[in-house]
Structure formats: structure tokens, C-alpha cells
């Protein structure tokens, strides 16, 4: 079964500063995908990057972008010029081609980002 | 952009008795749906896959008589809590896959609810 873990429970930036969370997952599959999913107290889940697993390139959206690094298992969030609007829970995901998509999801970061 | 809605936002029961969620696609069709449950300041748990026009797929652990899930059409997915007891309270979001859109998942705006 794949696991996802996210090490860091809380984590604290000033604002315009850039932070990362860390995600690590494990897998014996070879074609999946990575999320990063942002929940603001709304409790809506908004997707906030991408990353297939057969892509080398590291996936960016604006001022968020990722550091997959496939063989180490290891899927960072970077958030450049943090904005108060970018505090929620983040969470890691990890979705199976091979079995359904269904996604596991890791336990969670709370970014806190201070004005 | 894709949507998926779910009703209600929020609702209250007695124990005993059921409750129906509802997650409808509104702008796509999917055969293939998710509900999970989220305890407050926990990770969602994965409790089902809903397939259209067949039994749905329980994670282990889950109880299935329990938890019915309904996906009678391309757009919509039922979650049945029957005999709702108070440690059933949480909040359960599910999502659909567009299959025309590389696969993209959308999720619900999730439902609270309250077994009192």
C-alpha cells in the first residue's frame, strides 16, 4: 500500500518570504501522480500543483513549484512570496493509476504566515 | 472551470435514523466518484470508491452496510449514513474524475454532519 507523510505539522512564514513543505511517499509503482492541495477553513480542497511521475521537469505554478525527486520519494511544496491569503492546511496526495485513482493523502501541514 | 457540488453543506440528524449526501458533477460525467471523511485537523480518509452502474468499493474497515453508496448516474453519488450514532459526526467530502480532462479529480465543498 502506498504511504504519504508529511513531517512537518505546522509551519510559520513571514509574509513575501518563501517556505517549503516536505513530502515523502512510498510506492512500488512506476506511472502515478502528486498533488499538493491547499484547505483553507472553508474546508474546500483546491488544487494547487501537478506532478506526474514520468515528467523530470519539476511542476510550477506561479509562485508555487515542486522538487520531485523520484528516487528518493521525496516531493517538496516551495511557496515564494508568501501572501496572508496562503495560510490553510496543506495537504500531500498521491494518486494510483494502477488502482482506480484512488488518492492517499498525507496528514497534513498548517502554514501559518505572519504579517 | 469543472465543478462538483455537494448537498447539504451542513446537516443534523437524531440517532437512529439516515442521512442521504448527495455529490452531483455539474459540467461532466463520472463514472468514477470518492468519498472520504475528514476528522477536524486530520487528513482525509479514503472511505469508498463509487463506480456508476456498479457496487461501489469499500476501504477496509468501512462498514458498507453502514456507509451506502448509490452512483446511479454519470453525475451523481449518494452516501447513505444509516442509523446514525454521534461518533458518526465529521465531515465528508467527496470528489469525481473527469476522464475527459486528463483525468483531473474535482472535490465537493464537503457536508458537516452532526448526529445529536
Known amino acids: 500500500a502506498q504511504t504519504v507523510t508529511q513531517s512537518q505539522p505546522e509551519m510559520s512564514v513571514q509574509e513575501a518570504e518563501t517556505v517549503t513543505l516536505s513530502c515523502t511517499y512510498d510506492?512500488?509503482?512506476?506511472?502515478?501522480?502528486l498533488f499538493w492541495y491547499k484547505q483553507p477553513p472553508s474546508r474546500q480542497m483546491i488544487l494547487v500543483i501537478r506532478?506526474?511521475?514520468?515528467?523530470?521537469q519539476n511542476a510550477t505554478e506561479n509562485r508555487f513549484s515542486v522538487n520531485f525527486q523520484k528516487a528518493a520519494k521525496s516531493f517538496s511544496l516551495k511557496i515564494s512570496d508568501s501572501q496572508l491569503g496562503d495560510a490553510a492546511m496543506y495537504f500531500c496526495a498521491y494518486r494510483s493509476e494502477a488502482n482506480a485513482g484512488k488518492s492517499t493523502f498525507g496528514d497534513g501541514t498548517t502554514l501559518t504566515v505572519k504579517p | 472551470g469543472a465543478v462538483v457540488s455537494q448537498h447539504p453543506s451542513r446537516v443534523i440528524c437524531k440517532s437512529g435514523t439516515s442521512v442521504k449526501i448527495e455529490c452531483r458533477s455539474l459540467?461532466?460525467?463520472?463514472?468514477?466518484m470518492f468519498w472520504y471523511r475528514q476528522f477536524p485537523k486530520q487528513s482525509l480518509m479514503l472511505m469508498a470508491t463509487s463506480n456508476e452502474g456498479s457496487k461501489a468499493t469499500y476501504e477496509q474497515g468501512v462498514e458498507k452496510d453502514k456507509f451506502l453508496i448509490n452512483h446511479a448516474s454519470l453525475t451523481l453519488s449518494t452516501l447513505t449514513v444509516t442509523s446514525a450514532h454521534p461518533e458518526d459526526s465529521s465531515f465528508y467530502i467527496c470528489?469525481?474524475?473527469?476522464?475527459?480532462?486528463?483525468?483531473?479529480?474535482?472535490f465537493g465543498e464537503g457536508s458537516w454532519l452532526t448526529v445529536v
Open positions: 459540467d461532466f460525467q463520472a463514472t468514477t
Open positions: 470528489s469525481a474524475r473527469d476522464e475527459e480532462q486528463w483525468d483531473t479529480i474535482y
Open positions: 510506492t512500488s509503482e512506476s506511472d502515478y501522480y
Open positions: 506532478q506526474e511521475a514520468y515528467k523530470q
